[in-house]
T-cell receptor
Framework: SQQGEEDPQALSIQEGENATMNCSYK?????LQWYRQNSGRGLVHLIL?????REKHSGRLRVTLDTSKKSSSLLITASRAADTASYFC???????????FGGGTRVLVKP | ETGVTQTPRHLVMGMTNKKSLKCEQH?????MYWYKQSAKKPLELMFV???????ENNSVPSRFSPECPNSSHLFLHLHTLQPEDSALYLC?????????????FGQGTRLTVV
């Protein structure tokens, strides 16, 4: 399986609800990043969490990292229809900035 | 806009054609990347350039030929492609040297090989 696998693959929620998605990885990392992609467009960086950090917040986003379990979660609180997108985790290794992406979680927020 | 510009946004080419994808970054970064995104597959890293030098080729077929004339420009030359090469090709840049920096992506080129 891939380094950086998201779970679930797809998520459908009502506006105002929270959305949680998880990412698992296999090898040691320097950082883990979350990106967002609107349909057929480029990826936009959301948040980066370093391997020595356990939790990070940015606006309505909350990311956790558990290096012992090699997993991370992304929580979007009070979701909006505009949050509809695919969300990817990517791991950065010690050598360089090469990122390895997972398959993504498709999130649909219904108005 | 992220500061990374890709052209063209859409490209349809025959299997015998030769075409090129262009990427330009205005962020002063020293590393640039080509990724391929196919339906139902994770993003696949194709090539990495650091300070204009290719540092990684992820077993990409020779029908894809990258070129990095300077740290701001990256090309992907395409020739005799196959229909399975149809995908979204994404360019990205970042600042090499720091272990904790983000990548900035272009909007991608949607390639269809007919």
């Amino acid at each position: 399986s891939q380094q950086g696998e998201e779970d679930p693959q797809a998520l459908s929620i009502q506006e105002g609800e929270n959305a949680t998605m998880n990412c698992s990885y296999k090898t040691s990392i320097n950082n883990l990043q979350w990106y967002r992609q609107n349909s057929g467009r480029g990826l936009v960086h959301l948040i980066l969490i370093r391997s020595n950090e356990r939790e990070k917040h940015s606006g309505r986003l909350r990311v956790t990292l558990d290096t012992s379990k090699k997993s991370s979660s992304l929580l979007i609180t009070a979701s909006r229809a505009a949050d509809t997108a695919s969300y990817f985790c990517a791991t950065g290794k010690a050598a360089g900035n090469k990122l390895t992406f997972g398959g993504g979680t498709r999130v649909l927020v219904k108005p | 806009e992220t500061g990374v510009t890709q052209t063209p946004r859409h490209l349809v080419m025959g299997m015998t054609n030769k075409k090129s994808l262009k990427c330009e970054q205005h962020l002063g970064h020293n590393a640039m990347y080509w990724y391929k995104q196919s339906a139902k597959k994770p993003l696949e890293l194709m090539f990495v350039y650091n300070f204009k030098e290719q540092t990684e080729n992820n077993s990409v077929p020779s029908r894809f030929s990258p070129e990095c004339p300077n740290s701001s420009h990256l090309f992907l030359h395409l020739h005799t492609l196959q229909p399975e090469d149809s995908a979204l090709y994404l360019c990205a840049s970042s600042q090499q040297g720091s272990e904790n920096t983000e990548a900035f992506f272009g909007q991608g080129t949607r390639l269809t090989v007919v």
